[in-house]
């Protein structure tokens, strides 16, 4: 069974531009969760997406968007990158029922803002 | 609303040494608690969990962790450690019966000494 599939694995952008990262969870898994990693601060919650509904948000600007499409892939949109936007984005899935138990990640995508 | 605190970024032991990493939480409600590792490149997976019953949970790889309720503690453990355990380490709680998120604490690099 294929694992949780992060597109691009590495993207460079400069401030101004917009970036969206894809996830394709595991076959099965409906829940797909967005996260921030950064040197210092570990991982900061982003928002989660299930049957393509937001159900949950993090502490970030309005800057940070997703979506799930039907099939459970979900995009990721930063605009108007800023320097501190720099980070790997990890996104993560789930069974069904088992969002609060048990996250499957994916090996990220890692973000240079220049 | 939950949170998680993890003592030392940085953690060094000796190849065979007991590995302790220190984890606190918070939670308004009875908590899940996790140990995810991450190792270089990757994304993290699942080390151990406590969701309810027995407080000393058993992982991959020789972990340990022992929910302590009166002390809001969960720290990890190891009795010999090992080159391969190198990588680091994060902390993380989800309520029970509440919003189905995983909020992480800061993690804590593990650094192995031959």
């Known amino acids: 069974k294929a694992g949780v599939t992060q597109t691009p694995r590495y993207l460079i952008k400069t401030r101004g531009q917009q970036v969206t990262l894809s996830c394709s969870p595991i076959?099965?898994?409906?829940?797909v969760s967005w996260y921030q990693q950064t040197p210092g601060q570990g991982l900061q919650f982003l928002f989660e997406?299930?049957?393509?509904?937001?159900?949950n948000k993090g502490n970030f600007p309005g800057r940070f968007s997703g979506r799930q499409f039907s099939n459970s892939r979900s995009e990721m949109n930063v605009s108007t990158l800023e320097l501190g936007d720099s980070a790997l984005y990890l996104c993560a899935s789930s069974l069904p029922g088992t969002t609060n138990e048990k996250l499957f990640f994916g090996s990220g995508t890692q973000l240079s803002v220049l | 609303a939950q949170s998680v605190t993890q003592l030392g970024s940085h953690v060094s032991v000796s190849e065979g040494a007991l590995v302790l990493l220190r984890c606190n939480y918070s939670s308004s409600v009875p908590p899940y608690l996790f140990w995810y590792v991450q190792y270089p490149n990757q994304g993290l997976q699942l080390l151990l969990k406590y969701t309810t019953g027995a407080t000393l949970v058993k992982g991959i790889n020789g972990f340990e962790a022992e929910f302590k309720k009166s002390e809001t503690s969960f720290h990890l453990t190891k009795p010999s450690a090992h080159m391969s355990d190198a990588a680091e380490y994060f902390c993380?709680?989800?309520?029970?019966?509440?919003?189905?998120?995983?909020?992480f604490g800061k993690g804590t690099r593990l650094h192995i000494l031959p």
């Open positions: 993380a709680v989800s309520e029970v019966n509440r919003d189905d998120k995983i909020i």
């Open positions: 076959s099965g898994h409906r829940s």
């Open positions: 997406y299930f049957s393509e509904t937001q159900r």
